[in-house]
């Protein structure tokens, strides 16, 4: 049972290339959720998406898309990277329940020079 | 906004017990309260949840009073492993509130 598992585990990028952090859950979780954690910081929140088909915008959506195609699957998209998108990405699930916990994958460190 | 206030540091020895209290005032009445850990380079582990009274498990207590606008988490007797992020989460089914962290509290526990 692998929970979440994140690809890739790092990426460096150049200023305006694009990538796709890719997310999988085998833990038939209806919810999905993409967050950013700088250093010495908490982690905020990119965008989530509570089903198949569906996605919202978190926190701090701006520059990044994303898209729940399957149900065990949730991308995370950057169109043109800047540098402040340096960060480590983390990706997590939950089961549709009033006291859903999330589950979270090991991260993606993401530097953009 | 987070809805929860934490210390941002603690520091505490092997051995001891350690106590991080979390302040939610404005609590709904759906909301539960969610604690999760933090190492270094790993993503959050959830330790524990509540909605009232006390709750454990294995690896730590939770206490929430009466009012539910505060609560505790109890680390019995810390070890260097402990040393980590703590973070306290409160929200429901209904609301986004739960998925948003804070800063949290930083443990560092020393031999």
């Known amino acids: 049972n692998a929970g979440v598992t994140q690809t890739p585990k790092f990426r460096v990028l150049k200023t305006g290339q694009s990538m796709t952090l890719l997310c999988a859950q085998d833990m038939n979780h209806e919810y999905m959720y993409w967050y950013r954690q700088d250093p010495g910081m908490g982690l905020r929140l990119i965008h989530y998406s509570v089903g198949e088909g569906t996605t919202a915008k978190g926190e701090v959506p701006d520059g990044y898309n994303v898209s729940r195609l399957k149900k065990q699957n949730f991308l995370l998209g950057l169109e043109s990277a800047a540098p402040s998108q340096t960060s480590v990405y983390f990706c997590?699930?939950?089961?549709?329940?009033?006291?859903?916990?999330?589950?979270f994958g090991s991260g993606t460190q993401l530097s953009v020079l | 906004l987070a809805k929860t206030t934490q210390p941002i540091s603690m520091d505490s020895y092997e051995g001891q017990e350690v106590n991080i209290t979390c302040s939610h005032n404005n609590i709904a009445t759906n909301d539960y309260i969610t604690w999760y850990q933090q190492f270094p380079s790993q993503g959050p582990r959830f330790i524990i949840q509540g909605y009232k009274t006390k709750v454990t498990n294995e690896v730590a207590s939770l206490f929430i009073p009466a009012d539910r606008k505060s609560s505790t988490l109890s680390l019995p007797r810390v070890s260097l492993s402990d040393t980590a992020v703590y973070y306290c989460l409160v929200g429901s089914a209904y609301n986004t509130d739960k998925l948003i962290f804070g800063t949290g509290t930083r443990l560092q526990v020393f031999p």
């Open positions: 997590a699930s939950s089961q549709d329940s009033a006291d859903e916990k999330l589950f």
